[in-house]
Structure formats: structure tokens, C-alpha cells
């Protein structure tokens, strides 16, 4: 998983509304430790989040942050080899993050319970 991904793929707004956006991902591992940040736009729309995890076993536990909206909070969840399945919760929000990694492709999908509904993202390495 470590290093740099990009790709794109479609985010959905509150009002129902789907844009097509271009990311890009960074991860950095250092044995049960990753960091990450994911930038994502669109022509209207944008978000930079940045997580920092450690796994023990297969639970995984750490912090977020969204910098453009300046919310954080926490995220605890399941994982390894890749493969991830988190809450990512703040006050007043939640989103189920999945992230699964194949050789050199990467699908995100997030769902939320706010104004950013959604996202659906596929990388490449």
C-alpha cells in the first residue's frame, strides 16, 4: 500500500447531485503504523483528508482530519493486508470508509450521513 495513488471517480452531494473528481492518495507505513492523506476535486468541489492509524491484530484505531472544512475526530474499524473497513466519526458526523487494495488497484468507496453523501473512488499505483 505505501506510496502515492491516483485516480478519480464521482462524489455525491446531499441534494443528490454526482460530480466526477480527480484524486490522489499517499501512504506511508512504518510496521503497524500508516498515515495517510487523500485529495479529491471536482470543478466545484473538494476535500484533503488525512488519517493516521495503527492496527492491532486485525482492529485498527486513529484520528482524521478533513482540513478544508476543519472537522477531525476518530476512526476505529477492521483490517489488514490492505483491506480496511473504519467508521470515520466526529460530532454530528459519521462515514463508513471501505478501502480495498489488488496489486496495484485501490477502490475507496465512503459513505456519510451529511452533506457529503458519498464517494467512489478507484486508484492506480
Not at 75 to 91: C, H, K, Y
Request: glycine share 14%.
Amino acid at each position: 500500500m505505501a506510496g502515492t495513488w491516483n485516480g478519480g471517480g464521482s462524489v455525491t452531494l446531499d441534494d443528490g447531485s454526482s460530480e466526477r473528481i480527480r484524486c490522489r492518495a499517499t501512504y506511508h507505513v512504518a510496521g503497524p503504523r500508516m498515515s495517510m492523506s487523500l485529495t479529491c476535486a471536482s470543478d466545484a468541489y473538494k476535500f484533503n483528508l488525512a488519517a493516521d492509524v495503527q492496527s492491532d491484530g486485525n482492529a485498527v484505531s486513529g484520528s482524521w482530519s478533513e482540513s478544508s472544512r476543519n472537522v477531525s475526530g476518530s476512526i476505529e474499524g477492521r483490517g489488514g493486508g490492505g483491506n480496511f473497513q473504519v467508521l470515520a466519526s466526529a460530532p454530528g458526523f459519521n462515514a463508513n470508509i471501505s478501502l480495498q487494495t489488488r496489486g496495484n488497484k485501490q477502490s475507496v468507496t465512503i459513505r456519510a450521513d451529511s452533506q457529503f453523501r458519498g464517494a467512489n473512488i478507484s486508484l492506480t499505483k
